[in-house]
């Protein structure tokens, strides 16, 4: 063990800077009251804080720091989106996320693999070369690849044509990551506290107090605090928020499972994405292969495990791995994907004035954590809803002017 660190270990003084400070009171206002600590609202609260020094912003979270969604995703980030509207907002998440470690100056474990999504039918075939063909018109490397260019990337992979799906081809996505998904929420977390905000966990928003259509407070299972603004970023919990502040969404909420085998030494470095297989898996820097499939068969409010889901994704898992048969799993867990009817998230102005949303991130929040920060931020700050996020306001629905996004998900939803 290195010597500083025993010297750390054994010190009473612990002179390290501490990460958060300790728990204090609520002060009775805000001018911006942020609901959800998990990497959206965190990332919001740091972009108020960088870009529009807005400091007096409360951060509250009935659990802990990041805890929900952003614990149980498994971390990929690309931009090769089928419809413009979402590749030219992803592709700014991505950018952003390239240089956010020097930026924190913290590591977030960003590594960039390369993204294949497996096409195993002509009709894959014909997606993935209609996704390759707007990411590229937009700026964005991805292209179409053959059997023989998949094999030499990812000899790994089981090529055979004497499966049940044959692979065809592939989309593949040249700046598709990973990262480590708590140190990006802490990373934010550490950078808006440095800036004067406050994160309070444990604090359980219970209600709002809303005059005239506009909020003007937060009610709080530790009193209630006066504010001027109101943002809501509750992956998970957005329609039950919502209904609080008396309106609702378009949005079901589903479970999404997910799991890791023990770590076995790298022989994976791309994301490997089958739709048709209803597979995605990468491998972390620690060597454990991170893996799921699709959402649940049904609505649900509950993160529990089960055995259809692992028995259903391991047998997908050997038609493209055959050889991992004798790997065991260590840990399987499940968030819960708010979904909307065209897979594109809500971001923007709500029917209560003053009160905004970031939401229906479905199977695709984690990747688009600083972009949505960044401009929910912006439009807390300004009043104004940025053109990037506009497409994706809640009153598109009212309007008939869905962004139907068939690359939201890796897999089907
Ligand atoms: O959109 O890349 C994705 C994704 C991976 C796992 C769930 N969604």
Same mark, same amino acid.
């Given at each position: ?7 750390? #270990? ?51 979270? !009935?659990?802990?720091? #990041? ?14 989106? &089928?419809? +413009? ?14 240089? &956010? ?34 990411? !590229? ?41 990973? %990262? ?8 934010? %977390?550490?950078? #808006? ?32 605090? !006066?504010?001027? !603004? ?11 928020? %919502? ?53 649940? +068969? ?61 939401? /229906? ?6 990747? #688009? ?13 300004? /009043? ?23 690359? %939201? ?5």
């Amino acid at each position: 063990m290195p010597f500083g660190l025993l010297k750390y #270990a054994l010190s009473k003084q612990y002179p390290g800077e501490r990460h958060f400070p300790a728990r204090k009171e609520l002060r009775p206002s805000y001018d911006v009251v942020i609901v959800g600590a998990g990497g959206h609202g965190l990332a919001a609260a740091y972009y108020l804080a960088r870009e529009w020094n807005i400091t007096n912003v409360a951060v509250l979270d !009935k659990g802990y720091l #990041a805890g929900g969604n952003t614990a149980r995703n498994t971390a990929i980030i690309r931009s090769n989106y &089928l419809t +413009p509207e979402g590749v030219r907002f992803y592709d700014e998440s991505v950018r952003l996320y390239q240089d &956010l470690a020097n930026e924190f100056d913290y590591n977030l474990m960003y590594s960039e693999r390369g993204h294949f999504t497996l096409a195993h039918t002509d009709a894959a075939m014909r997606t993935a070369r209609w996704r390759a063909e707007v990411n !590229k018109h937009m700026g964005v490397k991805s292209e179409l690849v053959y059997p023989d260019e998949i094999a030499r990337i990812c000899p790994q992979l089981n090529m055979s044509r004497d499966v049940r799906y044959p692979i065809l081809g592939a989309l593949y996505h040249y700046p598709g990551a990973i %990262a480590r998904h708590d140190a990006v929420a802490w990373g934010y %977390a550490r950078g #808006a506290h440095r800036r004067g905000v406050e994160i309070h966990t444990h604090t359980e928003v219970t209600g709002f107090e809303i005059d005239n259509g506009r909020v003007n407070a937060v009610r709080t299972n530790r009193g209630t605090i !006066k504010c001027g !603004k109101v943002l809501q970023a509750v992956a998970g919990m957005t329609s039950v928020v %919502a209904g609080m502040a008396g309106f609702k969404l378009p949005i079901r909420t589903i479970p999404l499972q997910a799991c890791v085998t023990e770590p076995v030494k790298p022989f994976l470095d791309p994301i490997i994405v089958s739709g048709s297989l209803h597979v995605y898996v990468s491998q972390s820097a620690r060597g454990e292969l991170v893996m799921g499939g699709s959402v649940d +068969p049904y609505s649900l409010y509950n993160t529990r495990s089960t055995l259809d889901f692992k028995e259903e994704l391991i047998m997908h898992m050997l038609e493209l791995f055959p050889f991992i048969g004798r790997m065991r799993m260590l840990r399987q867990w499940a968030g819960m994907a708010d979904m909307t009817p065209d897979f594109s998230p809500v971001m923007g102005e709500t029917p209560v004035q003053n009160y905004y949303i970031d939401a /229906g991130w479905g199977t695709w929040g984690f990747k #688009a954590t600083p972009v949505c920060g960044k401009r929910m931020a912006e439009t807390v700050a300004t /009043g104004k809803v940025p053109d990037l996020i506009a497409p994706f306001a809640l009153e598109r629905f009212y309007r008939f002017a869905q962004v139907g996004e068939k690359g %939201a998900a890796s897999v089907g939803h």
